[in-house]
């Protein structure tokens, strides 16, 4: 399905995906995160594990980062709702799965993932399709950006309470938006209810990218080019943290990938580490 109204998630959310399950299907045990609902979604070729991009070893790196990501977004997820805190926004969901893989978890929350139509309506369908559903308690909140639709209000109107704590995540999503842009998405969620927590991913500048993975970060910046989609803000983390007080937090810290490296792939038999190139802002109201 692939009209205006019913359009497929663009590459870069599939690929996250398929890294994802590829973690499973190809690293050894211990899994850092156990997701292959994405791939479900996704739907690939049956030779999709053949394509360049999802090389073992060529991309290994970068499938760490994103597991190491997601790991540490569901790890706040899951202990800020057992300090009470309800509702989850995500920001750019595109393939999200924490609602499929994490019902026990989903079951005491008010999920919410902003999303632009065309790939929320595909996402919606796909759910129906393989039997997931959409239950009561994940709302899936169409968002055009392009239309300048601003996403708290739809999301409010979706039955976003903006008087009650949140958890906000935005990954993979910085790099796309002006500086401008960023700061007025910071200025939005610091004014949510007291004890809100932020947690946005951020390409760091080449300069600071270690230099094994220079390459790697250069033949992203080509293909996101390529595909129309072109990376337009790097930010040191002394930059996002600035930014974050700016908008009005309380607290800032900067999450480096070496510390989620550390955190989730320390000891590993198989060697396997994440790249570096993208660090974490973590942030409270």
Do not use: C
């Amino acid at each position: 399905m692939t009209d205006g109204q019913n359009t497929a998630p663009d590459s870069t959310a599939v690929r996250t995906a398929l890294w994802r399950a590829m973690h499973v299907q190809v690293d050894a045990p211990p899994y850092v995160l156990e997701d292959e609902v994405g791939l479900r979604l996704a739907g690939p070729d049956d030779d999709w594990r053949s394509r360049p991009d999802m090389d073992p070893r060529a991309t290994s790196g970068f499938r760490a980062a994103m597991v190491a990501r997601a790991r540490f977004v569901e790890d706040l997820v899951v202990e800020r709702s057992g300090h009470g805190v309800g509702q989850y926004v995500v920001l750019g969901a595109g393939l999200d799965t924490f609602a499929q893989r994490r019902p026990e978890i989903a079951a005491r929350l008010r999920i919410f993932e902003v999303d632009r139509p065309g790939p929320q309506a595909w996402k919606r369908h796909r759910l129906t399709e393989l039997g997931y559903g959409v239950p009561d308690g994940l709302r899936l909140v169409p968002v055009d950006f392009e239309a300048s639709e601003d996403w708290l209000e739809r999301l409010t109107g979706a039955g976003f309470d903006p008087g009650s704590p949140a958890v906000v995540v935005s990954t993979g999503v910085t790099m796309y938006l002006t500086k401008d842009a960023t700061a007025a998405t910071l200025r939005q969620i610091a004014g949510l209810a007291a004890g809100s927590t932020l947690a946005m991913t951020f390409l760091l500048p080449t300069d600071l990218v270690q230099d094994a993975d220079r390459g790697g970060l250069e033949t992203s910046q080509k293909g996101a080019r390529a595909s129309g989609t072109p990376f337009v803000s790097f930010y040191t983390p002394q930059e996002m943290l600035a930014l974050a007080r700016d908008a009005g937090f309380s607290d800032v810290e900067h999450v480096s990938g070496a510390s989620l490296a550390e955190r989730y792939f320390s000891g590993r038999a198989d060697g396997l580490r994440p790249s570096s190139g993208e660090d974490l802002l973590l942030a409270t109201t």
